[in-house]
């Protein structure tokens, strides 16, 4: 079983999604390229406090073309080799605890706990394909944990995600910049 | 020219609250709907009422607000009885998404409505989520990355 966050892991993962993509119908014929940002909250042993491991996920066909861990954002379009179609954020805890299954993926995006962003008519065009790919990140590889695993205990993931993502009570949308 | 001026309202977003994710997710699917329609934009200066989409399946709701010079997207199901579409999250973006019709998915029971007053903000929410068909040309996703 693969280490978490390691080459291993993450071929590991392409696998998963790659035979849960397999047994849909209908999946988007283009490629995207998901940027994940995943921020240290001084709970999980994964990330560091107060800094972000940046990661890339291209989508070709319905399948995963790959996989991989990036230095930063500025890395992005170099390594993607074009934009970046959707950024997913949250905290370390977040993260490590949907890859270990505690945290639904769904769940943590519409909670707020990941904050998504990119084109929403194209996700929600193609979220039962995207619901399966993250049904694979969270329930199907095999990881081992050699820090700890989750749940790491107070404050919840959600608590603090919010603090990684919490804005203003409310925000006007248009002319939001969501670049890195 | 200016989004005034194309009189297409702004649409705010509720940062906080139990389904913060939702009402970003519904916020960014209205405005650009918005933005990619007169028609939706015409009649989202027109309607005021509230309206509550509930994904059933995660016990979230969001509430849709238009009062004729905004859309705001709550992250709260509002107390009060509001005219309603719920069904499980997926169901609920095969709607939005146009993969199927609203009627469709109410003969299917996929998802279901709760009547109120004003059924104005109901139809007006339906059309405004609703993906124009020419959004889609095919399965393809955009293929301008969004640069974000």
């Known amino acids: 079983m ?10 590991a993962v392409r696998e998963a999604m790659n035979a849960s993509a397999a047994t849909l119908n209908g999946v988007p014929t283009g490629s995207f390229v998901v940027a994940v940002e995943i921020v240290g909250d001084g709970l999980s042993p994964y990330v560091e406090q107060g800094s972000t491991r940046h990661f890339l996920v291209k989508i070709d066909a319905g399948r995963c073309e790959w996989y991989r861990e990036i230095a930063s954002s500025e890395d992005e379009r170099r390594a993607a080799g074009r934009g970046v179609d959707y950024r997913f954020t ?33 996700l929600m065009r193609h979220a039962e394909h995207v619901n399966a790919l993250l049904g694979a990140y969270s329930r199907e590889v095999d990881t081992t944990w050699p820090s700890g695993m989750p749940p790491y205990g107070v404050p919840s993931a959600a608590a603090a995600a919010s603090d990684v993502v919490g804005t203003d009570a409310m925000m006007r949308r248009d002319g939001e910049s969501i670049g890195a | 020219m200016t989004r005034s001026a194309r009189s297409i309202p702004p649409v705010e977003v509720e ?68 005219p309603a579409m ?13 993969l199927v019709s609203p009627l469709q998915a109410l003969r299917r029971e996929d998802v279901k409505l709760g009547l109120s007053t004003p059924l104005t903000a109901l139809v007006a929410t339906a059309l405004v989520m609703k993906v124009p068909r020419g959004v889609y040309r095919d399965s393809t996703v955009n293929e301008q990355p969004a640069s974000i």
């Open chain 2, 86 to 98: 719920r069904g499980p999250w997926l169901a609920m973006t095969r709607v939005c998404s146009g």
């Open chain 1, 90 to 122: 949250g905290s370390a805890t977040a993260f490590d605890e949907i890859a270990c299954g505690v945290l639904d993926p769904i769940d943590a995006a519409l909670r707020g706990t990941v904050r998504v962003r990119g084109d929403m008519r194209f």
């Open chain 2, 15 to 82: 940062a906080e609250g139990e389904a913060a994710g939702m009402a970003a997710m519904v916020g960014d699917l209205i405005e650009a709907n918005l933005d990619g329609s007169r028609a939706r934009a015409w009649v989202a200066r027109r309607v005021h009422g509230r309206v509550l989409l509930e994904a059933s399946d995660r016990d979230l709701g969001v509430t849709v607000c238009f009062d004729g010079q905004r859309i705001s997207v709550l992250a709260r199901r509002e107390p009060g009885i509001l």
């Open chain 1, 2 to 11: 693969p280490d978490i966050y390691t080459n291993e892991w993450y071929d």
